[in-house]
Each structure stands twice: as structure tokens, then as C-alpha cells.
């Protein structure tokens, strides 16, 4: 690539060229998808709808019975009812009416989740009521920083990451690391502990109230619908981050219902990033202390990488960010996220090799996935952004709804900085000797990248104390100080790919049984995880009921575990009116 060229400007247009989600739907037969998100299949209010309309439903609040479908469109509900409040006081009086007639409220954010939190497929819900924050709970209000002190921002979980990022841009403020895609509603994104990826530079000094692990770990305060046992009801009530209670709430995966939260801010930075297509994948993923371009030279550089790799391929996608208050000589000035519109364009060649490999003819998947890292390499240079630079939420988002909805697993690898590359390398290793051996036998299970992003870990100190993110899968261990940095390991396919269940369960396995004493592993909630080799994700008993709740009680202190966490949430839902059969499962209560 050549770096010697006129500087320019760029505004990305996401409307430019073939959707790829509309091309892959006439290929698989998926759902509509707009800019803005999810369109129902159909949508019917009361008084035309053909489910028996729920009993004493409460008058002025909106309701309409219509489909919902999840990002990968894994879990589909074809008929349930969606209620829409038009204010934190309308939930309250849902929540009681949900009590007085036996229905469970289940929280509707973009539906861009993996894990059956919402509702699983096939669920029964008539007796479910989903409720649709995203019309009416998007208030947003900012406070400024001053004398180098934070800021914070005010935001109801209905609200948009992209708007939240907006109207802080607007107050000269930006938080330091932020998911890829900026549609996430602020409940959806905390109720799981979202991230991004990035950790400060040696020598770094962040402005003051920067965090670099989950945005859960930046809240101050939240509001949430909780029974009150005094009045015998469901009440609206705003828990401080000095009240231990919170710390259930902090990451909650749907067991409550949030109406809005305050997150803290810090001061907007310049960034820049650089995307690189000239290192070989065995370098990047190199063993520890190995020469050459590794992924640990680079995150000793600027703390902030993010590695795409495709299966059957040598070269992969890495971006690097780097904070850089002027821009760069031959940077490209970005005035508006989301620049690799290339990621939203399919040919209709790729099209008509997804669906032949959905068909069964895998012998196509390195074919396909070759030319997905083509596209990404040309499209970079086409539109000359492959060095560029702007304000934090314009270099950093980059993931749009109309991307491929593809299946991702996750987890957190929690480790010393010291040891990312170990993390990193024997993944590496593991996962292409499992692709070499499915495709010795003529199986080829995954199509879609390994993405590897790292961030630090969650701690009160970041805002200055309080509770802990008690079920964050990036929370601190108290017994270990030296491992201050969580590796997110996620790899995907496309839904449906022949043979990936088993391939998925045998490396789930591996992850679980490999890295223990020397770091430890925790799921990425919104991802598949418990995989097995006949269910597919979320249907091993062991990791669900065993594995994952003993993860959030090692070497953690008392009365801040995985059982207070559960306790604390039962506590102030005893009824269950925002829990599903899964989280049931998951949780015990």
C-alpha cells in the first residue's frame, strides 16, 4: 500500500452499492433488514392482530402483535405480542400488570444478540409480552467535563450508541473503546457487557476517567423497575454505584430491566487508525517472543488492535489504532464513522457461493473466503481509507446493521498483558489444526473470520470505586493483580454451514480446558458458548450450570459472586416477570 498520496476527506456513504444482507437474503432466504435495524415480518395492532389479545392489557399503552428476529436469525418468534412505552412509568405499570396476570416482559433492544436471553427459538410466548424501548426511552443529556475531570452522559436504554456518540462528540467528549457496531441500544449493549478494544499505550496518559474494559464498568448510576416488597409493587428506583446492589445490575443479561443509566466520559480524543494486509497470519499469531510483526509488537506500540482472519487464508485484516491529536500527513480525515462501506457490498459470485456452501458443496469455502479478504484489501485502497484519522467515534465504529449476520461465538480470556501473545498463538494453533483435520476428512465447518480483540479489565478504581460488575466476564481477580488484560476470542460461520456444531463443541472444549492456572476463561455473554456436538451453543449442562457460575467464584471475594448476583436479582424480581426459560436455566431463578 502506498501511503504517499494527497490527503483527503472522507464522509462514508452506507447507501453506496448493493446491500450485502439484501444479496445474502435472496441467497438464504434471510429476513429484511434496514439501516436502522430489524423489519418486522408483519406488524398488526390489537384490534387486527390473530393472537388472542392478553387480558387487562393497560389502556394508553401501545401495543401490536408482530415478529421478532435476533441478529442471526437463530431465535425467530413469528407471532408475540410488543408492547411500547412511551415513558420509564409505563414499564412500572407493565411490570405489575405482567405480575397480576401471570406474562413475563422480556426487554427489545436491536436484537443484535447470539444468546437466547431474550427468548429461545421455539419458545413458547404466549405469555410474553416483549417491550420496545427503542421508539420513546431514548432521552439523552450530557454533562461536561471540567478542570480535566470527566464528564458523563445521561442516556435511557432505548437510546442508540450512535446517538449517545453523537451528542457527545457534540460536548467534546468520547469514550476511549466502544463496539465496532454503534446500533446497540445502550440496555442491550450494558445488559450483556459490551466492549470494544484497546488498552492505553506504555507511557499513556488517558484522559482522566477513560476506560479500556466493558462500557458496564463506566456506569454511575442506573434506574431500573424493581419490586418494592414495602408497597407490594413494581417501582422505579435509582441505585448509585456505591450501592453494592448495583453491582447485579451492572451486567445483568436480561434478568431486570433497566430505564436509564449515567455513564461516565472522558474528554474526546483524535485517533488514527491503520489497517494493515502485508502480515503473514503465522507472524501475526506467532509464538511468545517470536520476531517480526506479532501481535504483541503492535499492542506494545499503541495498546489498540484488532486482528480479522478468515479461515483458508495468510493474510489478515489488522487494524491498529493509535492516539493522535493532529492528523497525520497521509491520513484520511474522517467526518463520519462507519468508512469501509466495501463491507456492505457482496458480488453476486460471493452470493452464489454462500448459498452452494449452505447447500453442502464446502469444497468452495476457501474460494469464498479469499475473496471476502480480496474485497476487504481492494476496497481499502479504492476508497483510500486505509490510514485514517478523526474524532474517537469516527475511527472506531465501524460495523454496520447490513453486514453479514453471521453466527459468532465468544470468550474472555483473562490473563497478564505479558501473555497475549501465548493467548493468541496457541489459539491460533488450535483452531487451524481442527480446520486442517475437518478439511482432511471433506468437512469445512467455518466460513466466516476469527476475530481478536483485547481490552483491560473492569474495576471500580475506574470511576473512582463502588460495586464491582459482579457477572461482567471481564471483571478483575483479585488473587491474580497481574492479569489486567482479557483477550476476546470469537470465531464465526454462517448459520446452517454443514458439520459446525461439532467443530464448535470440540473447540469450545479446548478453550475451556486450556487456559486455567495460568489466566482463566469466562464467556462473552452475547456470543454462542456451551457448545455440543448434537445441540450446538447454550445446550451443555455442565458449562451452564457448573463452568460458567464457578467462573464468577474463583478468587472472587464473598458476598460479590455469582450466587449474590443471582440472589440480588431474584431479590428485587421474585416473580420473574423479567427472567425466560433460559435465563431460568442459566441463573436458577
Known amino acids: 500500500m502506498d501511503s504517499k498520496r494527497h490527503p483527503a476527506r472522507v464522509t462514508p456513504d452506507s447507501s453506496a452499492g448493493p446491500s450485502r444482507r439484501g444479496l445474502l437474503a435472496a441467497a438464504a432466504g434471510a429476513a429484511v433488514v434496514t439501516a436502522g435495524g430489524w423489519t418486522p415480518l408483519f406488524r398488526l395492532t390489537a384490534d387486527a392482530a390473530t393472537l388472542p389479545v392478553p387480558p387487562a392489557f393497560p389502556a394508553g399503552i401501545t401495543l401490536a402483535q408482530q415478529a421478532f428476529s435476533n441478529w442471526s436469525e437463530q431465535i425467530v418468534l413469528d407471532q408475540v405480542w410488543t408492547a411500547v412505552p412511551a415513558a420509564p412509568s409505563d414499564v412500572v405499570t407493565l411490570a405489575n400488570w405482567a405480575l397480576a396476570q401471570g406474562y413475563q416482559l422480556r426487554a427489545q433492544g436491536q436484537g443484535h ?113 424493581v419490586w418494592n416488597a414495602a408497597s407490594a409493587q413494581y417501582v422505579l428506583r435509582t441505585f448509585q ?8 445490575f451492572l451486567v445483568h443479561l436480561g434478568r431486570a430491566f433497566l430505564t436509564e443509566v449515567t455513564l461516565q466520559v472522558p474528554a474526546n480524543t483524535r485517533m488514527r487508525c491503520q489497517n494493515w494486509f502485508d502480515i503473514q ?60 462501506t466495501f463491507a456492505n457490498q457482496v458480488t453476486q459470485t460471493e452470493s452464489d457461493q454462500i448459498k452452494q456452501i449452505l447447500q453442502g458443496d464446502g469444497g468452495l469455502t476457501p474460494t469464498f473466503t479469499n475473496g471476502e479478504m480480496s474485497v476487504a484489501g481492494s476496497g481499502m485502497i479504492t476508497l483510500g481509507v486505509w490510514d485514517v484519522w478523526g474524532w474517537s467515534k469516527n475511527v472506531l465504529l465501524y460495523v454496520q446493521p447490513t453486514t453479514l449476520r453471521i453466527f459468532e461465538a465468544g470468550w474472555a480470556v483473562v490473563c497478564s498483558r505479558t501473555d497475549v501473545q501465548r ?57 491474580h493483580p497481574e492479569w489486567d488484560t482479557v483477550v476476546w476470542l470469537d470465531f464465526a460461520t454462517y448459520p446452517g454451514t454443514p458439520e459446525s456444531a461439532p467443530f464448535f463443541a470440540q473447540l469450545d472444549q479446548w478453550i475451556l480446558g486450556h487456559y486455567t492456572g495460568w489466566s482463566m476463561v469466562r464467556p462473552e455473554w452475547s456470543k454462542g458458548w456451551a457448545h455440543t456436538a448434537s445441540g450446538g451453543p447454550w445446550t451443555d449442562p455442565t458449562v451452564i450450570g457448573t463452568t460458567w457460575p464457578d467462573a464468577f467464584r474463583a478468587g472472587l471475594p464473598a458476598g460479590a459472586q455469582w450466587d449474590d448476583a443471582v440472589a440480588t436479582l431474584h431479590r428485587y424480581d421474585p416473580a420473574g416477570v423479567f427472567s425466560s426459560p433460559f435465563l431460568k436455566q442459566l441463573l436458577g431463578a
Do not use: M
Request: one cysteine or more; hydrophobic letters at 40%; charged letters at 15%.
Open 241 to 248: 454505584r456505591e450501592d453494592p446492589d448495583i453491582g447485579a
Open 113 to 225: 444478540n447470539w444468546a437466547p436471553f431474550l427468548a429461545s427459538n421455539g419458545q413458547d410466548v404466549s405469555r410474553t409480552v416483549l417491550v420496545d424501548t427503542k421508539p420513546h426511552l431514548t432521552a439523552i443529556s450530557i454533562r461536561p467535563g471540567n478542570s480535566g475531570n470527566p464528564g458523563s452522559v445521561t442516556a435511557q436504554t432505548g437510546a442508540t450508541l450512535d446517538a449517545v456518540h453523537a451528542a457527545l462528540e457534540g460536548a467534546g467528549l468520547g469514550l476511549a473503546a466502544i463496539p465496532a457496531p454503534g446500533d446497540l441500544t445502550v440496555g442491550g449493549a450494558l445488559a450483556i457487557g459490551a466492549h470494544g478494544t484497546g488498552l492505553p499505550a506504555p507511557g499513556e496518559q488517558p484522559p482522566a476517567g477513560a476506560g479500556f474494559g466493558s462500557l458496564s464498568n463506566l456506569v454511575l448510576s442506573l434506574t431500573a423497575v
Open 423 to 479: 493467548v493468541v498463538h496457541d489459539f491460533y494453533v488450535a483452531y487451524q489444526a481442527q480446520v486442517s483435520a475437518a478439511q482432511n476428512a471433506g468437512q469445512y465447518p467455518v466460513n466466516c473470520p476469527v476475530e481478536l480483540r483485547i481490552t483491560g479489565v473492569d474495576t471500580p478504581a475506574a470511576v473512582g470505586g463502588g460495586s464491582e460488575a459482579l457477572l461482567s466476564p471481564a471483571r478483575a481477580r483479585p488473587d
Open 281 to 340: 497470519v503465522t507472524d501475526l499469531f506467532g509464538a511468545p517472543g517470536s520476531s517480526g510483526s506479532n501481535l504483541d509488537r503492535y499492542l506494545g506500540t499503541t495498546g489498540r488492535v484488532e486482528a480479522i482472519w478468515f479461515p483458508f487464508t495468510t493474510i489478515p485484516w489488522l487494524k491498529v489504532w493509535s492516539v493522535a491529536p493532529t492528523k497525520p500527513l497521509f491520513s484520511t480525515e474522517l467526518d463520519a464513522p462507519y468508512p469501509y
